[in-house]
């Protein structure tokens, strides 16, 4: 059997572009089955309005900065080549960004090429988030790994390679409807998040036309959805919509890493809103330099089981 054809497309800006660090946000720990990262080339699977599709990404030498070469496989693939440019940063407006803080001075350089990626894609964030909310990143991440594994499909592309690295596509709505809740019990998921997915599907085409709603209206249309509070919204549209501004409160470490780099202690989320007013417009950037930076309070002691954020 031949290989299916790929369709192909690149993206040069005339600057670097970090793949791995703006792809990073749609991997859900290291075994995610729609994920895979290598030295220079990022594999990611993804389901869009036309179907499954896989985008494999890498550079070439370009005269001024990098170009990044896409293959696309499926029936999905015109449209993932289609936001080549949107999903590697090309909507970011980082321009207008202002360092307050010496702290951040040094890896706002070390990052300058880091962009705010954006899949035009809600359920494949938000439901990711909805698994993630009230448990630690390890359950979490091994939760949506198995259910995937066992509700989706394998990706297309070639065979040889989509087995090898054991790449799938996550389940369909109607997939994901189909789920029985002992199913979402033996992988980790509580009767409350498994429920405010079920929720989130009834409503799935309302909630993607978000990305084309202005940023108040879609942040609602998402927070109208029971169980979906600001720091799902954000988690979601910091990558759906590329939202620079998408900071995620209630987070665990996200207050206190953020006061701890700014201001040598740890806030609250109340703290957390003053500190960052200055930065309005870009204040999930300055999370993601925190984080990027390691500038975050140290970890002391031995890991314990707690959520990686609160409640929301």
């Known amino acids: 059997m031949t290989a299916p054809h790929a369709a192909t497309a690149d993206f040069a800006p005339g600057r670097p572009v970090p793949l791995g660090a703006i792809l990073a946000t749609y991997r859900?720990?290291?075994?995610?089955?729609?994920?895979?990262?290598?030295?220079g080339v990022v594999w990611r699977t993804a389901r869009t309005p036309d179907g499954p599709g896989t985008l494999r990404l890498h550079h070439e030498?370009?005269?001024?900065?990098?170009?990044?070469?896409?293959?696309?496989?499926?029936?999905?693939?015109?449209?993932?080549?289609?936001?080549?440019?949107?999903?590697?940063?090309?909507?970011?407006e980082p321009d207008s960004f202002e360092v307050h803080h010496d702290t951040l001075r040094r890896v706002a350089r070390v990052q300058q090429h880091w962009r705010v990626a954006r899949s035009r894609l809600v359920l494949d964030s938000l439901i990711p988030a909805i698994i993630e909310q009230r448990v630690t990143g390890k359950q979490a991440f091994g939760a949506y790994r198995q259910l995937v594994r066992r509700y989706g499909e394998p990706a297309p592309g070639p065979a040889d390679l989509i087995g090898?690295?054991?790449?799938?596509?996550?389940?369909?709505?109607?997939?994901?409807?189909r789920i029985p809740s002992w199913e979402w019990l033996r992988a980790g998921v509580d009767g409350r998040r498994a429920d405010t997915v079920q929720r989130v599907l009834q409503v799935a085409p309302r909630l993607e036309e978000c990305i084309v709603l202005p940023r108040e209206k879609a942040w609602q249309?998402?927070?109208?959805?029971?169980?979906?509070?600001?720091?799902t919204a954000?988690?979601?549209m910091q990558r759906a919509a590329g939202d620079a501004d998408a900071v995620s409160y209630g987070d665990y470490h996200v207050a206190k890493d953020i006061g701890?780099?700014?201001?040598?202690?740890?806030?609250?989320?109340?703290?957390?809103h003053r500190l960052l007013l200055p930065y309005a417009g870009h204040r999930y950037r300055v999370q993601y330099l925190?984080?990027?930076?390691r500038l975050g309070a140290p970890r002391h002691g031995a890991r314990l089981a707690i959520p990686t954020h609160l409640p929301r």
């Not at 859900?28 to 030295?39: Q, V, W």
């Not at 090898?164 to 409807?177: G, Q, Y």
């Not at 701890?260 to 957390?272: F, I, K, R, S």
């Not at 925190?290 to 930076?293: K, S």
């Open 260 to 272: 701890h780099a700014l201001t040598g202690a740890p806030v609250d989320d109340e703290g957390l």
């Open 164 to 177: 090898s690295l054991r790449l799938m596509v996550a389940p369909d709505i109607a997939a994901w409807r």
């Open 290 to 293: 925190v984080m990027a930076g």
């Open 61 to 92: 030498p370009a005269p001024h900065g990098e170009r990044v070469v896409a293959q696309a496989w499926g029936p999905g693939a015109q449209w993932l080549l289609a936001g080549l440019p949107e999903l590697l940063g090309a909507a970011d």
């Open 28 to 39: 859900h720990g290291s075994g995610d089955p729609t994920f895979h990262a290598a030295p």
């Open 221 to 231: 249309r998402l927070r109208s959805v029971p169980g979906v509070g600001v720091w």
């Open 234 to 236: 954000a988690e979601t």
